[in-house]
C-alpha cells in the first residue's frame, strides 16, 4: 500500500479532466480510469522504493531478517578494536534509520561463536549497556550502529547477523510533495507518449520534466542532511 502520497494527490497535481453529463469534472482514478487506480498505486510503491534508495534510508515503517554482516580483520574500518582482551564490535546497518531492536519483538543479534557453539543472541543472552564486560551490546539509534562487547572472537564472513525494524516514524511533508511529483511527472510522460505527442512540443512533457527536477531538488535535501548526519 503507499505510504508517501496518494491516488488523490496525484489526481490533484495532474488536474485531468473528464466529461460528466457536459460538463468538466476533475478525473478520479478507478478502475476504469487511464491509468487505473491499482496502477496509480503500484507506480507510487516503485516511487518509493526509488526515493528510499536515492536518499539511503526509509520514510515509512520496514523490517529486515537476518542481515548478514562480516568482520575480517582487525583493522577493517574499524569495527573491531581490542580493549584489554575484550573486543568491541561495531555494526553499520544497511537499512536506515534503525528504529527499534528489542527482546519479545523477534529482533535479534547473533553472533556466530563457533560449529560447537552456534550463534548467541545478544538481545536474548546479553546486557543491553555500556559498561566494558563479557557479553554487553549498546544502540546508537542516531547514527544506526550497534555495539557488541564480548572477549568471543567473531571475525569472519557473515559471523554476525541481525534481524531489527528501520524506517521514520513519520513521512515529511518535503519526501509527500516529492513523491507527488515524481508520479505525477511519469504518468504524464506515459500519457503522453502514449497520445504519441511530440517531445519537443509537448506542454505537458515539458512540465514534467520540471516536476521532476523540483523533486530531486527537495530530495537532495533530505539526502545532504543524512550524510551530515551519518
Known amino acids: 500500500m503507499p505510504t508517501y502520497t496518494t491516488a488523490a494527490r496525484i489526481s ?24 487505473t487506480l491499482t496502477e496509480v498505486n503500484d507506480l ?13 534510508q526509509s520514510w515509512k515503517s520496514n523490517s529486515v531478517t537476518t542481515e548478514y554482516h562480516d568482520f575480517i580483520s582487525k583493522q577493517v574500518r574499524g569495527d573491531y578494536i581490542d580493549r584489554g582482551g575484550y573486543n568491541i564490535y561495531e555494526i553499520q546497518t544497511k537499512k536506515k534509520p534503525l528504529r527499534t531492536i528489542a527482546g519479545g519483538s523477534g529482533h535479534k543479534i547473533e553472533a556466530f561463536r563457533g560449529s560447537g557453539t552456534g550463534w548467541y543472541d545478544f538481545v536474548a543472552s546479553a546486557t543491553l549497556g555500556v559498561a566494558m564486560y563479557q557479553d554487553v551490546y549498546w544502540i546508537d539509534y ?25 524506517g521514520a516514524t513519520a513521512v515529511p511533508n518535503g519526501i509527500k510533495y516529492a513523491t507527488t511529483l515524481l508520479v505525477s511527472a511519469q504518468i504524464n510522460e506515459r500519457y503522453e507518449m502514449y ?36
Open 142 to 166: 542516531q547514527f544506526s550502529r550497534i555495539y557488541l562487547f564480548s572477549k568471543w572472537p567473531m571475525e569472519g564472513k557473515n559471523t554476525i547477523r541481525i534481524t531489527y525494524d528501520y
Open 12 to 35: 490533484s497535481v495532474l488536474m485531468y479532466t473528464e466529461n460528466s453529463s457536459g460538463s468538466q469534472i476533475r478525473l478520479t482514478f478507478d478502475a476504469n480510469s487511464l491509468p
Open 195 to 230: 497520445n504519441q505527442v511530440d517531445k519537443d512540443s509537448s506542454p505537458a512533457l515539458n512540465q514534467a520534466e520540471q516536476w521532476r527536477e523540483r523533486a530531486h531538488q527537495v530530495l537532495d535535501e533530505y539526502r545532504i542532511n543524512m550524510i551530515e548526519v551519518i
Open 44 to 56: 507510487i510503491d516503485e516511487i518509493e522504493d526509488y526515493i528510499d534508495e536515492y536518499t539511503e
